[in-house]
T-cell receptor
Framework: KAGVTQTPRYLIKTRGQQVTLSCSPI?????VSWYQQTPGQGLQFLFE???????NKGNFPGRFSGRQFSNSRSEMNVSTLELGDSALYLC????????????FGPGTRLTVT | AQSVSQHNHHVILSEAASLELGCNYS??????LFWYVQYPGQHLQLLLK??????LVKGIKGFEAEFIKSKFSFNLRKPSVQWSDTAEYFC????????????FGTGTKLQVIP
């Protein structure tokens, strides 16, 4: 089976712009979670989707949003980018209904200048 | 809400030394516990997990972890580390029941010196 794929792998944006990141889960996985990884902060939970429904949301401002499509692919969007949004954004999918055991993608490295 | 603490941010060991990485969580109910590893340039991958049963859990590459409920701990151990164990290790927890998010610790960077 193919693993979790994320596109693009690298992205450079300027402050004020918006960005959309994409994640394709492992085939058959319906739960998708997104995390922001920064040095020293570990993984900060953004949101989790299951069957096109957002089940959980982290403590991020409304500029961060996401969605899941009927084929379980997911996108996250960040509007009005700030320098502090520079991070590695990770997507993970889970085989069961609960987002417990997770399989991670390679991440999208976002740099905001 | 659950939280996870990893007190060691950076650990340096010589090959063949024993390893123990601390992980403590805060949550009043029943939890699932995980250790993930991120080797340089690679994806995060699951090292081991505890859902229920025997509190001593064995994972890949000779790693094990022990769940001590009374101490809210899930420390990771390996009797003899190798240079290839150089990586960042993350402890994670989620509350059992319902569809709860997974909370990760801030990670411990392990550097093994040949």
């Amino acid at each position: 089976k193919a693993g979790v794929t994320q596109t693009p792998r690298y992205l450079i944006k300027t402050r004020g712009q918006q960005v959309t990141l994409s994640c394709s889960p492992i085939s058959g996985h319906r739960s998708v979670s997104w995390y922001q990884q920064t040095p020293g902060q570990g993984l900060q939970f953004l949101f989790e989707y299951f069957s096109e429904t957002q089940r959980n949301k982290g403590n991020f401002p409304g500029r961060f949003s996401g969605r899941q499509f009927s084929n379980s692919r997911s996108e996250m969007n960040v509007s009005t980018l700030e320098l502090g949004d520079s991070a590695l954004y990770l997507c993970a999918s889970s085989p069961g209904e609960a987002a417990d055991e997770q399989y991670f993608g390679p991440g999208t490295r976002l740099t905001v200048t | 809400a659950q939280s996870v603490s990893q007190h060691n941010h950076h650990v340096i060991l010589s090959e063949a030394a024993s390893l123990e990485l601390g992980c403590n969580y805060s949550y009043g109910g029943t939890v699932n516990l995980f250790w993930y590893v991120q080797y340089p340039g690679q994806h995060l991958q699951l090292l081991l997990k505890y859902f229920s049963g025997d509190p001593l859990v064995k994972g890949i590459k000779g790693f094990e972890a022990e769940f001590i409920k009374s101490k809210f701990s899930f420390n990771l151990r390996k009797p003899s580390v190798q240079w290839s164990d150089t990586a960042e290790y993350f402890c994670a927890v989620n509350a059992r029941g319902g569809y709860q998010k997974v909370t990760f610790g801030t990670g411990t960077k392990l550097q093994v010196i040949p």
